[in-house]
């Protein structure tokens, strides 16, 4: 690779570049543990080459599925770019001479036994070789290889379940990914081979990022993002302090400054401005219409809390209960969602969201505590299960707040579908639709952008 | 200073020895780490033989093991070093009649007076050791910051003594559960790891090192089993670990085969939850009953 300048550390270098353009946080001083590193082990080894760089470049579980996808991107690449510079190409069909008909059925079986032992380079010759069968197709001139590959694949007739074994599956699932993904390669080899140029990189999906996950490793996302934010929203708040200046002058501190001057106040002292902190009342809905948001939302209640100290939170389902306590108390979230759900004994009889209730009951606990510079946040689905909304008791509530915004878990597409009366409350706040991490961001950059301060 | 493996096959094979079976980049990212004198942070969930790595470093290396647990709250004083207060009072007590205070000072703030703890013993230890610091993510972010120079350089700095430089250099071994985020700044100076759930084959080597009695169709069916259980949405998916002490469980019982009825009885070992063991046994039990 020396025609291109650079040799090998130009090589990693840009390799890092791409790493950090796909947000895995790559520093001079990981580039430098992976030079260190690289020196340690024999390169002719593929896996102790990625194996080496990996252990030095990413840093955790989600920056390491990135790093394995940019390192068979880039190495990939830059392996056809030399070759076209090299004019060495890959000869067509391999091993079989022309007017030869490679024989499906036995392709098949051999491919079920590679897969079976999950033997990389045997399934690397099949791939091709059920290209070279298969061909690829007329209908497809565009050169699209994920129909290519989809195409082929059905041809093969390969499955992931085999018979009613569920054992196997999840290994048969990880094999067939594998084939899937050389045959993806050698059709992009044989395209690139064709036209004579790199196609444009292709960059990462939010799918490809995405970790297989459960329900738990999504909390662990929300927890990531919800830090970002407290960071944001810490900042924020210091951003506005010192702003404009009051016009109040600091009578003591102009005398002791005009002792400088023979006792003639110059300079004018003024009293700094306090910065006005905002006032939140948070309330969020923990019944089981949105017990999946319920998580999503306590844990924003959690991060809310680390950041404002004049906050009040409370949790609903037919009756209202405070949890600030809760929060002071507690500093795991875990810890704060159990203790939420044992004591705060929101649930009466039935375990629906009463909202007319709840806004009733409210007014009485905070309703001479509202003023111009709180801010009430409601985090719920507005869905009343055919209760009495009670839309004049909210009016009176926002009446008294100085700013009301609504979060609703649900995607707009259902708000006022079935038992939601979200319509009904939307002229008296500001209602956002919140279900996912990064509409939780845009919705802080408006709440930071205008506080009321 | 001791010879360090030459390459990662010696390393894995050492390993192996001392009744530890690495997967390739396991032993590959521990190579690097003692070559490279750099710390390793392993994470996974839990009981993938994280803490296990570090202990079957130290029975291969021959070194002494150091291990530092951490929980919420630990601090300087359990961690680095405290001062032994009740023996400088005993000592400023007998001295009290005819010395001069400034002497006195300057002989309690002695390393006579030093209790070690952790981490000033490795770094202190004259023959290198394997330190292991577990579960840091248990910790607050000022003990990690604290760490970073013990981690990076090798040193600690006492203020009544001066910096104590590391007389041999320790293999260091950091484990986290990924229960919260670790910074930067500490990842930064590690070499990282993730251990996961091992692949069917490897499990099932690992099983029949530690149970060799189990025959190896029974030992085949309690890994394809256990990987079913991993399968289902869990509270706590069974470890490695406590497919070993499954093993095990069934060698006492003189169980031949597992069926229905035996995975019952024994299905507490692996699985912990009360919710967890409804949803196992609805989903495995069934499935084993359907099988025979």
New interface residues.
């Given amino acids: 690779m020396r025609t291109q300048g650079g040799g090998i550390d130009a090589r990693l270098l840009q390799l890092g570049e791409e790493l950090r353009a796909e947000g895995v ?1 790559v ?1 001079t ?2 580039l430098l ?1 992976a030079f ?2 690289l020196a ?2 024999t390169w002719t080894d593929r ?2 080459f990625h ?2 760089l ?3 470049l ?4 989600e920056e ?1 599925r990135v790093f394995d996808l940019v390192f068979d991107r880039f190495f990939f690449r830059a392996a056809e770019a030399a070759a076209l510079r090299e004019g060495v190409g890959e000869p067509e069909a391999v091993g079989a001479p022309p007017g030869y008909k490679i024989d499906l059925e036995e392709l098949k079986q051999q491919l079920e036994q590679a897969l079976l032992e999950l033997d990389d380079a045997r399934l690397r010759d099949l791939a091709r070789l059920a290209i070279a069968a298969l061909g690829t197709s007329e209908g497809n001139p565009a050169g699209v290889v994920g129909l290519d590959v989809q195409r082929i694949r059905r041809a093969l007739g390969l499955r992931s379940a085999i018979g009613a074994d ?2 196997a599956s ?2 048969r699932r990880e094999a067939l990914a594998r084939f899937e993904a050389l045959l993806r390669a050698e059709l992009e080899r044989a395209q690139i081979q064709r036209n004579e140029a790199l196609g444009p990189k292709r960059p990462l999906t939010e799918l490809d990022r995405a970790l297989p996950s ?2 738990s490793a999504d909390l ?1 996302a929300v ?2 993002v919800v ?1 970002q934010l407290r960071r944001r929203l810490a900042s924020a708040g210091s951003e506005l302090r010192g702003h404009h200046r009051h016009d109040h002058v600091d009578f003591r501190r102009t005398l002791r400054a005009s002792l400088q001057t023979g006792g003639v106040p110059v300079v004018i002292r003024q009293r700094p401005r306090r910065p006005r902190r905002p006032e939140l009342y948070v309330l969020c809905d923990v019944s089981t219409s949105v017990s999946s948001a319920a998580v999503f939302f306590l844990s924003v209640l959690h991060a809310l809390h680390d950041s404002f100290r004049r906050m009040r939170s409370f949790v609903f389902i037919e009756r209202v209960s405070e949890v600030t306590e809760v929060f002071a108390r507690e500093r795991g979230f875990k810890e704060v969602s159990e203790m939420i759900a044992r004591e705060a004994g929101v649930a009466d009889v039935s375990g629906y969201t009463d909202y007319g209730r709840v806004w009733t009951e409210l007014r009485a606990l905070i309703g001479d505590d509202l003023d111009r510079r709180s801010t009430m946040i409601i985090l719920g689905d507005a869905r009343t299960n055919g209760r009495d909304p009670r839309v004049d008791e909210l009016a009176a509530l926002t009446a008294c707040a100085g700013r009301t915004i609504w979060l609703n878990p649900e995607p707009r597409l259902y708000w006022n579908y079935g038992d939601s009366v979200i319509a009904a409350y939307e002229p008296l706040c500001e209602v956002f639709e919140c279900w996912t991490a990064r509409q939780l961001e845009e919705f802080v950059k408006q709440l930071t952008r205008t506080v009321p301060a | 200073m001791e010879a360090l493996p030459a390459s990662v096959d010696e390393l894995a094979d050492g390993l192996r020895d001392v009744g530890y079976l690495p997967g390739g980049e396991t032993a590959l990212v521990a190579f690097l780490a003692l070559r490279l004198g750099k710390p390793v942070l392993v994470e996974g969930p839990a009981g993938v033989g994280k803490t296990e790595l570090a202990k079957a470093l130290a029975r291969h290396l021959q070194r002494e093991l150091v291990r530092l647990q951490c929980y919420e709250g630990l601090d300087e004083a359990r961690a680095l070093y405290e001062w032994n207060y009740r023996k400088q009072l005993l000592r400023i007590q007998t001295e009290a009649q005819g010395s001069a205070w400034s002497e006195v000072q300057e002989d309690i703030f002695g390393e006579e007076f030093l209790l070690a703890r952790p981490l000033l013993h490795a770094i202190r230890a004259s023959s290198p050791v394997v330190l292991l610091i577990d579960e840091i993510d248990k910790t607050d972010q000022e003990f990690e910051a604290m760490l970073l120079e013990v981690l990076s350089d090798f040193q600690i700095t006492i203020p009544e003594l001066g910096t104590i430089g590391a007389s041999s250099r320790p293999a260091v071994v950091l484990t986290s559960n990924n229960s919260r985020e670790l910074t930067e700044a500490l990842k930064r100076r590690c070499l990282y790891l993730w251990l996961d759930y091992p692949q069917l084959e490897h499990e099932l080597a690992i099983v029949r090192l530690h149970a060799p009695e189990l025959s190896e169709t029974v030992a085949r069916k309690l890994i394809e089993i256990v990987g079913m259980v991993r399968e289902l949405d869990l509270k706590k998916p069974p470890s490695i670990a406590e497919s070993i002490d499954w093993a095990r469980a069934l060698l006492l019982l003189g169980v031949e085969d597992i069926d229905a009825e035996s995975f019952t009885q024994t299905m507490s070992v692996i699985v912990k939850h009360r919710t967890d063991v409804e949803l196992v046994a609805a989903r495995v039990g069934v499935a084993l009953a359907a099988a025979s």
Avoid at chain 1, 58 to 61: D, F, V, Y
């Fill in positions: 946080s520093g001083a990981e543990d260190a590193a340690q082990v896996n102790a194996g080496a990996a252990a030095t990413a840093k955790s579980q390491r569920g054992a999840s290994v459960g329900p662990v927890h990531r830090a």
